[in-house]
């Protein structure tokens, strides 16, 4: 499960996912990060049945946290199979079947939104559900 | 043995003819050997899906009352070309709307027509004594237009160079996002599909000749421009009627970072007719080569990497410099098989029957570049000759007093040799003022990494690396990497009043 954690490091610069780790036992996922010297924004995977505690754990810490239910969404009527998201997505995402027909493992996406960006046919787009 | 145009139209209209795909007709010949496969095979259907920019169409609007003559046209807010009769335009599938930039263009206007969609037409005249309307506004559909004929002046190109990126940043081109250090490959084309390499000495492809064009029955025009088939890079002029297209075969895209452009599904039936037919219609994704372009650099002949073949750039990876690289395709191979599948169902059911050219292409012609009367303005021309530099062991202070003297933002830092190591700007020095750790040497506060052009360089380049890393300053070296000048982005307001910038 893969939940989307916002924190303002106002309070010194705490390391909260390594404290979560630390705190709750449970193995932390970083997939995508990205923190200035302000705010911070991670993607994180864990465990389905450690949500509720991981989650709780943020949140003692100050953190916002938000699970992602759906990563990337393709629609099939746009999409003509070209494969010019294949290489370009750094968690190869996409492949071809056999019969050249675009095949998505969406559950390894990390949101980067790359594909979303160059996909020729706008066949690709963020579906976020809480 | 050989067969005739007759005898094998004859038997497409007994709804005998064996007709199979290029991508078939390998194994066949692999099987009954050459002279079986002629007996065998009557004809072989090509077809490729892929961003095809030479696209456009001509419309005829019908006259209005009263009339106009219509000097400029959008549609849609993308402007067509209207420097035709009264109510001619056509539009181009590259063309940008007004309004919604690389969004929406000609080839968006070209399938929201195809799939129904009513498009808004704008034009204005400056009125005459038989037109003297001047402006019009009105919602159309294509079933409203007399005509509405697709023309695409290239198309179908026989095989089209793979692309990569040495750079370290990353590239949007035509040939999609090419990630840096050669992160991976993009190519186009449907290799063993593609029509004119079935047949690349244009004995069946030709003026006149039927084809399969965005799902209608379309006709080769003739030689395609910028046609190179003598060095392997056939291309075709091609036409079709859009009332009879289907959207599955026409799609409007969005190559980001470079703008529209349009998918285009084309397949040409090719009679089997001799040997020589078999042979070259027994043609293996093996057998065709391409390059891969290094698009890090930005010139016309831009280097190559290495040679590859379309059955590599099909399997999905490749490997450069002993690494593992992915590639992308950017065309469909699927729906190019969707094409020339469909194409052999219109032969087996007789819809469509072959023909020879009434003109042939010449297959000996060979593309040549640009002849330029006027060079466009090299660096130069336009930069800064009195450098100022600095070592990288002086203190800090003396590269801000350089500054202040100088009167410029940007420094150069130089090593013992004269050779640019670093730079330094107004920025890094006020930086080291305000946060005075230890450090305080040039070599300490510099970047390390430097953008550069050189002398000869074009201008349009150097102001594309100015905007691409949103710096205002490159240092100019020689091929020892000295610095022997400066470009900033003033020295550009030296151009007929800062043209270059946008
Ligand atoms: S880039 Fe877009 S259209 Fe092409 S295969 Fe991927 S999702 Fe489909
Ligand atoms: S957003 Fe697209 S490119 Fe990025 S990881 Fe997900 S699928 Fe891959």
Same mark, same amino acid.
């Given at each position: 499960?893969?939940?989307?954690?916002?924190?303002?490091?106002?309070?010194?610069?705490?390391?909260?996912?390594?404290?979560?780790?630390?705190?709750?036992?449970?193995?932390?996922?970083?997939?995508? $990060?990205?923190?200035?010297?302000?705010?911070?924004?991670?993607?994180?995977?864990?465990?389905?049945?450690?949500?509720?505690?991981?989650?709780?754990?943020?949140?003692?810490?100050?953190?916002?946290?938000?699970?992602?239910?759906?990563?990337?969404?393709?629609?099939?009527?746009?999409?003509?199979?070209?494969? $010019?998201?294949?290489?370009?997505?750094?968690?190869?995402?996409?492949?071809?079947?056999?019969?050249?027909?675009?095949?998505?493992? $969406?559950?390894?996406?990390?949101?980067?939104?790359?594909?979303?960006?160059?996909?020729?046919?706008? $066949?690709?787009?963020?579906?976020?559900?809480? | 043995?050989?067969?005739?145009?007759?005898?094998?139209?004859?038997?497409?209209?007994?709804?005998?003819?064996?007709?199979?795909?290029?991508?078939?007709?390998?194994?066949?010949?692999?099987?009954?050997?050459?002279?079986?496969?002629?007996?065998?095979?009557?004809?072989?259907?090509?077809?490729?899906?892929?961003?095809?920019?030479?696209?456009?169409?001509?419309?005829?609007?019908?006259?209005?009352?009263?009339?106009?003559?219509?000097?400029?046209?959008?549609?849609?807010?993308?402007?067509?070309?209207?420097?035709?009769?009264?109510?001619?335009?056509?539009?181009?599938?590259?063309?940008?709307?007004?309004?919604?930039?690389?969004?929406?263009?000609?080839?968006?206007?070209?399938?929201?027509?195809?799939?129904?969609?009513?498009?808004?037409?704008?034009?204005?005249?400056?009125?005459?004594?038989?037109?003297?309307?001047?402006?019009?506004?009105?919602?159309?559909?294509?079933?409203?237009?007399?005509?509405?004929?697709?023309?695409?002046?290239?198309?179908?190109?026989?095989?089209?160079?793979?692309?990569?990126?040495?750079?370290?940043?990353?590239?949007?081109?035509?040939?999609?996002?090419?990630?840096?250090?050669?992160?991976?490959?993009?190519?186009?084309?449907?290799?063993?599909?593609?029509?004119?390499?079935?047949?690349?000495?244009?004995?069946?492809?030709?003026?006149?000749?039927?084809?399969?064009?965005?799902?209608?029955?379309?006709?080769?025009?003739?030689?395609?421009?910028?046609?190179?088939?003598?060095?392997?890079?056939?291309?075709?002029?091609?036409?079709?009627?859009?009332?009879?297209?289907?959207?599955?075969?026409?799609?409007?895209?969005?190559?980001?970072?470079?703008?529209?452009?349009?998918?285009?599904?084309?397949?040409?039936?090719?009679?089997?007719?001799?040997?020589?037919?078999?042979?070259?219609?027994?043609?293996?994704?093996?057998?065709?080569?391409?390059?891969?372009?290094?698009?890090?650099?930005?010139?016309?002949?831009?280097?190559?990497?290495?040679?590859?073949?379309?059955?590599?750039?099909?399997?999905?990876?490749?490997?450069?410099?002993?690494?593992?690289?992915?590639?992308?395709?950017?065309?469909?191979?699927?729906?190019?098989?969707?094409?020339?599948?469909?194409?052999?169902?219109?032969?087996?059911?007789?819809?469509?029957?072959?023909?020879?050219?009434?003109?042939?292409?010449?297959?000996?012609?060979?593309?040549?570049?640009?002849?330029?009367?006027?060079?466009?303005?090299?660096?130069?021309?336009?930069?800064?000759?009195?450098?100022?530099?600095?070592?990288?062991?002086?203190?800090?202070?003396?590269?801000?007093?350089?500054?202040?003297?100088?009167?410029?933002?940007?420094?150069?830092?130089?090593?013992?040799?004269?050779?640019?190591?670093?730079?330094?700007?107004?920025?890094?020095?006020?930086?080291?003022?305000?946060?005075?750790?230890?450090?305080?040497?040039?070599?300490?506060?510099?970047?390390?990494?430097?953008?550069?052009?050189?002398?000869?360089?074009?201008?349009?380049?150097?102001?594309?690396?100015?905007?691409?890393?949103?710096?205002?300053?490159?240092?100019?070296?020689?091929?020892?990497?000295?610095?022997?000048?400066?470009?900033?982005?003033?020295?550009?307001?030296?151009?007929?009043?800062?043209?270059?910038?946008?």
């Amino acid at each position: 499960m893969k939940l989307l954690v916002t924190f303002s490091r106002k309070e010194g610069k705490k390391p909260i996912i390594a404290q979560v780790v630390r705190d709750t036992g449970v193995l932390v996922n970083v997939e995508r $990060a990205l923190i200035d010297s302000s705010e911070g924004e991670a993607l994180i995977d864990i465990p389905d049945e450690s949500c509720r505690i991981v989650k709780d754990k943020l949140a003692d810490l100050g953190a916002s946290v938000r699970i992602l239910e759906e990563e990337i969404s393709l629609d099939e009527t746009e999409c003509v199979d070209c494969g $010019a998201c294949i290489s370009i997505c750094p968690q190869e995402v996409f492949s071809f079947d056999e019969e050249f027909r675009l095949r998505m493992d $969406a559950k390894r996406c990390v949101l980067c939104g790359r594909c979303i960006e160059i996909c020729p046919h706008g $066949a690709l787009s963020r579906r976020v559900d809480i | 043995m050989k067969k005739t145009i007759h005898q094998i139209n004859e038997r497409i209209r007994d709804g005998n003819a064996r007709v199979v795909t290029a991508e078939e007709m390998p194994a066949i010949v692999a099987e009954l050997g050459e002279e079986g496969a002629l007996a065998e095979v009557d004809v072989v259907t090509t077809g490729t899906f892929g961003a095809m920019c030479s696209s456009g169409g001509f419309f005829n609007f019908g006259h209005a009352d009263p009339p106009i003559r219509m000097e400029r046209v959008w549609l849609n807010d993308v402007e067509a070309y209207a420097g035709l009769a009264a109510v001619d335009a056509y539009i181009g599938a590259t063309q940008q709307s007004t309004t919604r930039e690389d969004q929406y263009g000609g080839a968006h206007v070209i399938e929201d027509f195809i799939a129904g969609k009513s498009v808004e037409l704008r034009a204005i005249s400056r009125g005459t004594d038989c037109y003297p309307r001047r402006t019009i506004t009105t919602d159309l559909l294509l079933e409203n237009l007399n005509q509405a004929i697709m023309c695409n002046p290239r198309n179908g190109y026989q095989r089209y160079n793979a692309a990569s990126n040495s750079t370290e940043r990353v590239l949007h081109t035509y040939m999609g996002m090419l990630l840096p250090s050669f992160g991976n490959v993009t190519y186009s084309g449907a290799g063993l599909l593609n029509p004119i390499s079935n047949d690349p000495g244009f004995r069946f492809i030709g003026s006149g000749v039927p084809c399969f064009l965005g799902g209608a029955e379309g006709m080769v025009i003739g030689e395609g421009t910028q046609a190179s088939p003598a060095a392997g890079f056939g291309t075709l002029m091609v036409t079709g009627d859009m009332k009879k297209m289907n959207t599955e075969y026409i799609r409007a895209a969005t190559m980001h970072g470079y703008g529209v452009t349009m998918y285009v599904g084309l397949g040409i039936p090719i009679p089997v007719l001799d040997v020589e037919t078999v042979r070259s219609t027994a043609v293996k994704d093996e057998d065709i080569w391409v390059d891969i372009i290094d698009y890090g650099v930005p010139a016309r002949d831009r280097p190559t990497i290495g040679k590859v073949n379309y059955a590599m750039l099909k399997a999905g990876h490749l490997e450069i410099n002993g690494e593992e690289v992915r590639t992308s395709s950017l065309s469909s191979l699927r729906r190019a098989r969707r094409v020339a599948e469909e194409l052999k169902g219109w032969i087996e059911s007789g819809k469509m029957a072959v023909c020879l050219p009434t003109r042939r292409i010449d297959p000996g012609r060979r593309a040549a570049p640009m002849r330029e009367t006027v060079q466009g303005p090299r660096v130069l021309e336009i930069m800064d000759r009195r450098v100022i530099t600095i070592s990288e062991n002086e203190p800090i202070r003396d590269a801000a007093r350089k500054l202040l003297k100088g009167e410029t933002n940007h420094l150069p830092v130089i090593n013992g040799e004269g050779v640019l190591v670093g730079i330094v700007t107004t920025y890094d020095v006020s930086k080291a003022v305000v946060n005075p750790a230890k450090i305080s040497h040039v070599k300490d506060i510099m970047r390390r990494k430097v953008v550069t052009t050189t002398a000869d360089e074009p201008v349009d380049i150097a102001v594309r690396k100015l905007e691409k890393h949103n710096i205002s300053a490159l240092p100019v070296v020689d091929r020892e990497y000295r610095v022997v000048g400066m470009l900033t982005a003033m020295d550009l307001g030296k151009l007929f009043g800062g043209r270059w910038l946008k």
